[in-house]
């Protein structure tokens, strides 16, 4: 019966995570929780198995669309070669469209784990891009206005979002009411390197008249805040540590937190909730904003009669309906927090499901995507396979994690994506995850619960 | 299932999925094409904006004015001038000729003695007149007064020749000739200019006003000597020449002399454009206008006008302006130096100018004729100076109140964007014309290669509607036309070809089926917006 109710649960969870999907995910290495101190990036509230980790430099990296790689870089029929083909990309596309890329490099991680909880020294350099796009830009890209005389194409969908920035930080996590619950959190130290980001509220449509083609352009909030941008696309007004100057120190700082719990709801299920980088970079140096005033301008041509030279006549006619500047004011931006959600059922003490949401609020939407997970742990390795979903428009990935703990030295590797390897075209997700720590103590924690049954496998 | 099976099974499945290795196949020896970019665009162009006066701005370049009237109707005019007349072309002076013998009435004989008679008399003489010219003084500019004095008698005479009608410029006095004849030198020549005088041929020997007039008077006195053999009929006899005199200045009355203006061709190049249909001008006026200095009045008479057309017909004028003289004012005496602008106007009530005009004459045949003091001209007092001048010049008014009824204009214009064409697969040009003119207009558009052959036609189509007319004449409001011209991918190959475009443009006036005359006001205007869906593909390649 307690079986029973188990499978209901797992298989209720599992249909809820297949409803919703988008975003992105390291689902894989967030499995590894306690074994890799690292996953404390994602969930604060883990605490490592081993006394004193110290993990040696590594990085992960993560690139998803709604789109495959084979949309991407599509194919005719009978044709060997590549082409980037928009009508592919349109016919592949979905209402609303996100490419994401990260890349997370850990310089350093430094663990310390207690009786009731455990201390982290940390810095990581991180990137990312996202990126959102409506159906009606790829339309537009693909085949113009004229499917759309008379109508209104809609670009407020369009946002990007790049982030650049290091951040240095300490963690603590402890546990309460007789270690049922944990609570983490992280403080870090961040300072803001690049950056490039579409305005808050930012929109445009574009009206075809019907009679005459003449363009309504409506443009709100269009502004592009940019930092440090200039500093790599004009070096040469700059003197040559210029960069490496700004990317050590500058005024673009702040203080961001990760938060997170964990707790043992029964002794077979635990839910947890994660809550990472909080906080918001005021950009002040090397700051660009390049506005365009909002504004309803009509494109109705030029007056063709005495006309000499018609391209330029045409540009400047369209850059007089618009009033655009560069301005250097300081700006805000929320780093991209991200939310993980989780409720594991331990099968066995070494054996569990887990049902993860994690929601990416880089563009401050509730947009998850879902993953079902299954580890098992044996005496020197825990391995998991997971199956992740983030929506109708994007395949079912199998992932895979695996840690061991061999003497002190600590190979892991993780990945939503295992069999992107295998005609890779067909894959609109691939991340990796892989990385050397050295841990010292880890038998010290273990109970005897923990202990390799080798009958049992 | 137990738990041992099923992580069995996921066991299984992972090192399956592991095992699958690596399938890079579609990356295998494939490069990326050159992109190649297909959409559809559908985007404004511009616009065209005409005016009435920019509609026919066409024929400013063939002389023709645009500009409007005091209804703000638009007027075509037309202005050239025809000849100009000097002092010369109306008035020569003749030479003239006066001569007169005075007998002494002596009868000496050798009478052994010295006597001495004394004589004067004054002449009156007339300037011959060849057109009833009757001259009360003349000022001359060149020209000779050339006098001989003759004697027939036997002793010295001393003579003084008085002429009282050439007054010296300079000391106000009159011609004065003296000197002394002798038998051995019985004849004397005298010579003058006669730039250094003024005529006065305004008085008579008695002070009376008179025209036309020379006084003369002669005095000699006659010196018989001792042996001197005089008769009764001996006598002093003197002549004066007005040789080639030429006029700075002429009062008094010229006459009545013709002038006719030489057989003008006007040449009308501004109907040229037009090669079929027609256009009817309601109220053209062909003005002549006279810019007259001489003091006198003229009569003119237009001895032939008739228009020429396209196809070599003549249309003659006909109407009361043809057969009654018009006149032509000239300033008054106390206004010399100045002119007189007289207009003779030639319209609809006086001629048959719509006709003329209405048949878009490539030229027009101009004959006209002048009179002065004309009989049925006020009498006026004439003078005409030398820097006198008659001027006439045509002014051509044509308001734009018309009915146009299928006039056609052809034209070639450049076309020079075939290399852009390349990368358009398909194109529809759609035209669209607001238009607040009562004129509909059709368009063919020919493409001619370089050789000037024809190598894609758009046929005709309407491109603009003509816009109803209300009571007021003017038009209630604009009329909206739309015309899509599509241009497949095989048109467009052919317009790759072409260089030039044939325009062709008929045009019609509202209701021109029922002869009615519209009115083209200057404010009204036709806009014709420009817009295209185009497939177009661009390739990184090129």
């Given amino acids: 019966m307690k079986a029973m109710k188990k499978l209901l649960l797992t298989t209720a969870l599992l249909v809820f995570a297949i409803q919703f999907s988008y975003s992105q995910a390291y689902f894989s290495y967030f499995q590894l929780r306690e074994l890799v101190p690292q996953t404390q990036s994602l969930q604060p509230a883990f605490i490592p198995k081993g006394t004193f980790t110290f993990g040696l430099p590594t990085a992960g990296f993560l690139a998803q669309s709604d789109f495959k790689l084979r949309d991407l870089i599509s194919k005719q029929s009978g044709d060997v070669n590549f082409e980037v083909n928009f009508d592919v990309m349109l016919a592949a596309s979905a209402e609303i469209n996100t490419i994401s890329t990260d890349v997370t490099a850990n310089l350093f991680h430094v663990g310390y784990k207690t009786k009731n909880g455990a201390y982290s020294l940390f810095a990581n350099a991180r990137a990312s891009i996202d990126l959102r796009y409506g159906k009606d830009l790829m339309e537009f890209l693909a085949n113009g206005n004229s499917n759309r005389i008379g109508a209104e194409i809609n670009l407020s969908d369009t946002r990007i979002f790049a982030n650049t920035y290091h951040e240095i930080g300490i963690g603590h996590a402890h546990k309460f009411l007789e270690d049922r619950l944990t609570v983490g959190a992280r403080v870090k130290m961040i300072t803001g390197l690049f950056h490039a980001s579409t305005a808050e509220g930012a929109s445009g449509t574009l009206y075809t008249n019907e009679i005459d083609n003449s363009w309504r352009v409506s443009l709100q909030n269009a502004t592009i805040n940019t930092a440090g941008l200039d500093l790599l696309m004009n070096s040469d007004d700059y003197e040559s540590n210029a960069t490496s100057s700004y990317a050590m120190s500058n005024q673009n700082k702040t203080v961001a937190f990760d938060l997170g719990a964990k707790f043992k709801v029964l002794d077979w299920l635990t839910v947890e909730a994660a809550m990472n980088d909080i906080g918001t970079i005021n950009w002040k140096e090397q700051v660009r904003n390049y506005n365009t005033a909002d504004t309803t301008v009509t494109i109705s041509g030029i007056q063709l009669r005495g006309l000499e030279n018609s391209s330029d006549s045409f540009k400047d006619s369209i850059q007089n309906k618009f009033r655009s500047n560069e301005t250097q004011k300081e700006f805000s931006t929320s780093l991209p927090m991200k939310t993980y959600l989780a409720a594991s059922l331990f099968l066995t003490s070494r054996d569990k499901f887990t049902v993860i949401a994690f929601n990416n609020h880089v563009f401050k939407e509730i947009d998850p995507s879902f993953a079902v997970a299954y580890n098992h742990t044996v005496n020197k390795f825990t391995f998991g396979v997971l199956g992740s979903y983030r929506g109708p428009q994007n395949e079912v990935n199998l992932g895979l994690n695996l840690a061991t703990d061999i003497g002190p030295m600590q190979l892991y590797l993780a990945t939503d994506n295992m069999l992107i390897s295998n005609k890779p075209e067909q894959y609109s997700k691939m991340d990796f995850r892989f990385g050397l720590n050295l841990m010292f103590g880890y038998k010290k924690w273990s109970s005897k619960s923990d202990a390799v049954d080798l009958d049992s496998l | ?542």
Wanted: glycine share 8%; net charge negative.
């Fill in chain 2, 1 to 542: 299932m137990s738990i041992k099976r099923i992580r069995s099974f996921l066991l299984a499945v992972s090192a399956t999925a592991l095992l699958v290795g690596c399938n890079f196949e579609y990356f295998a020896d494939a490069e990326l094409n050159d992109f190649v970019w297909t959409p559809s665009l559908a985007i404004p162009i511009g616009e065209l904006s005409y005016t009435v006066e920019d509609l026919f701005g066409e024929l400013s370049g063939a002389g023709v004015d645009i500009g409007q009237n005091s209804d703000d109707v638009v007027m075509l005019t037309y202005e050239a001038q025809l000849q100009s007349q000097t002092a010369t072309g109306f008035l020569t002076l003749a030479d003239q000729t006066f001569a007169q013998e005075v007998d002494a009435g002596l009868n000496v004989n050798t009478q052994g003695f010295s006597a001495q008679f004394d004589y004067n008399e004054v002449f009156e003489f007339d300037l011959a007149a060849t057109q009833n010219e009757a001259f009360d003084s003349v000022r001359f500019s060149g020209g000779s007064i050339d006098i001989m004095m003759n004697s027939e008698i036997d002793a010295e005479v001393n003579y003084t020749l008085t002429l009282s009608s050439l007054i010296d410029i300079d000391t106000r006095l009159p011609l004065v000739v003296s000197g002394t004849l002798t038998p051995a030198n019985a004849n004397v020549n005298l010579s003058d200019a006669l730039s250094k005088y003024v005529g006065d041929f305004s008085k008579d020997k008695n002070g009376n006003v008179v025209r036309n007039k020379i006084v003369v008077k002669l005095d000699y006195q006659v010196r018989a000597s001792g042996n001197s053999v005089i008769q009764a009929t001996d006598g002093v006899s003197f002549s004066m020449s007005l040789i080639s005199p030429k006029f700075d200045l002429v009062y008094g009355f010229i006459g009545s002399r013709s002038l006719d203006i030489n057989f003008e061709l006007l040449n009308l190049d501004f109907f040229d454009s037009f090669k079929e249909g027609s256009i009817s001008f309601a109220e053209p006026s062909f003005n002549f206008v006279f810019d007259n200095s001489f003091g006198f009045p003229l009569g003119v008479n237009f001895n032939q006008i008739a228009a020429i057309t396209q196809k070599g017909q003549i249309i003659p004028l006909t109407g009361s302006a043809a057969t009654t003289p018009g006149i032509v004012n000239g300033p008054l005496v106390g206004a010399i130096g100045t002119s007189v602008n007289t207009v003779l106007k030639l319209n609809s009530t006086n001629s048959n100018i719509p006709e003329l005009i209405s048949s878009m004459p490539k030229k027009v045949i101009i004959e006209v004729n002048t009179e002065t003091n004309p009989a049925s001209a006020p009498a006026q007092y004439n003078f005409i100076g030398a820097s006198n001048e008659l001027s006439i010049g045509v002014l051509l008014e044509m308001p734009m109140i018309v009915n146009i009824n299928g006039l056609v204009s052809r034209q070639n214009v450049a076309f020079d964007i075939a290399g852009d064409l390349e990368q358009a697969k398909k194109l529809t040009l759609r035209l669209i014309a607001e238009n607040e003119l009562p004129l509909g207009g059709e368009i063919e558009l020919v493409f001619k290669d370089v050789n000037g052959d024809a190598v894609f036609t758009v046929s005709q189509r309407a491109l603009f509607e003509g816009a109803p007319v209300g009571s007021d004449g003017r038009t209630t409001g604009p009329t909206t036309n739309v015309v899509d011209i599509n241009f497949l991918d095989a048109d467009i190959r052919l317009l790759e070809n072409a260089t030039s475009i044939d325009v062709v443009t008929r045009l019609t006036t509202t209701d021109a089926s029922s002869n009615q005359a519209v009115k083209f006001f200057s404010d009204y205007s036709l806009k014709i917006k420009l817009a295209a869906q185009a497939d177009i593909e661009l390739n990184t390649k090129n």
